[in-house]
């Protein structure tokens, strides 16, 4: 059960690779969006399948009524299970999504910021010269790593975008919490909605025919 909220888990988590391998700023929004709406279909995915098993049992109309609380119902206990800001965030994000979708312009965007980053020394694949910087490191006169400049993109929203005041006051929120690049926001979210599709696994459970 709920094997096209897990594919679409799947896809988020494939344009979240392309995120993080990006410092291209066209492309750190692109696949961004992409994700975000890759993010919005699992909850999509999740209330087609409960709507596929009560309709089983139930008539149309009665059916799309339970499918529609159900779903309610589940993510406010997902939510519960989750702490800290991590609500906020997928709701936000959620929110986003249906910005970028339905409004004339965008509520985010990407503010670039170059940052010094180690990263793990990279190995020449001369099989001469291979063995004498590894002998290098080993005796620490080379260091294992090295320190790269990296741009890495944080997001900014505009509240004003939504004429939603429960959104423009989560926007608002958001922008309170510790700042966080776009790649370690998309990593929590894609974390989220893995867990999300896990509880609805353990915790759906269909109507019965009566």
């Known amino acids: 059960m709920f094997e096209k909220a897990h594919r679409k888990v799947a896809e988020c988590a494939f344009f979240l690779r392309q995120l993080c391998e990006t410092q291209d700023p066209d492309a750190t929004e692109f696949f961004f969006n992409a994700l975000l709406n890759a993010g919005k279909n699992v909850v999509y995915a999740l209330r087609a399948q409960v ?29 519960r299970t989750t702490g800290g800001s991590h609500p906020t965030l997928f709701d936000v994000l959620q929110d986003v999504r249906d910005i970028e979708t339905h409004a004339n312009r965008s509520a985010n965007r990407y503010l ?33 790593d090295v320190i790269v400049s990296t741009t890495v993109y944080y997001l900014h929203l505009d509240p004003a975008v939504s004429a939603k005041k429960g959104v423009q006051a989560r926007f608002k929120q958001f922008d309170k919490r510790k700042p966080a690049s776009v790649a370690e926001l998309a990593t929590i979210y894609t974390d989220l909605l893995r867990s999300l599709v896990t509880y609805f696994i353990q915790h759906y459970v269909p109507s019965v025919p009566p």
């Open 112 to 144: 670039p910021q170059t940052e010094e980053r180690r990263h793990l020394r990279p190995i020449s694949s001369d099989p001469h010269i291979a063995p004498v910087e590894i002998m290098y490191m080993h005796r620490r006169q080379l260091s294992p």
């Open 51 to 79: 709507y596929s098993c009560e309709r089983t049992y139930l008539p149309c109309k009665q059916a799309n009524k339970k499918a529609n609380q159900t779903c309610i119902n589940h993510i406010k206990a997902w939510k």
